[in-house]
């Protein structure tokens, strides 16, 4: 899996350190992990990263204010 620029990262922020993508992101009102996952890494298949996600915050339950550090390649 390859995440993508840091551009693409709406409400958070993410630094590229070699193939790997560090990605610090806050949850805000709005936010599912379907669009979150379609910000930190457009270019890949949503339902792959939403599982990376879920697995990064230890749940599928997320609400504003929530962080997901997420290390994607």
């Known amino acids: ?9 709406v409400h958070g ?6 193939n790997v993508q560090a990605v610090h992101y806050r949850v805000h009102r709005g936010d599912t992990l379907w ?3 379609r910000a930190v ?3 890949d298949d949503p339902r792959a990263v939403v599982d990376l996600l879920v ?5 599928a339950v997320i609400q504003p204010g ?4 997420w290390a994607g390649r």
């Open 66 to 69: 929530d962080v997901i550090d």
């Open 41 to 43: 890494a457009p270019n």
């Open 55 to 59: 697995q990064a915050h230890g749940s």
């Open 1 to 9: 899996m390859t995440a993508h620029a840091a551009d693409a990262v």
């Open 13 to 18: 922020s993410a630094t590229r350190v070699s």
């Open 35 to 37: 669009s979150i996952a």
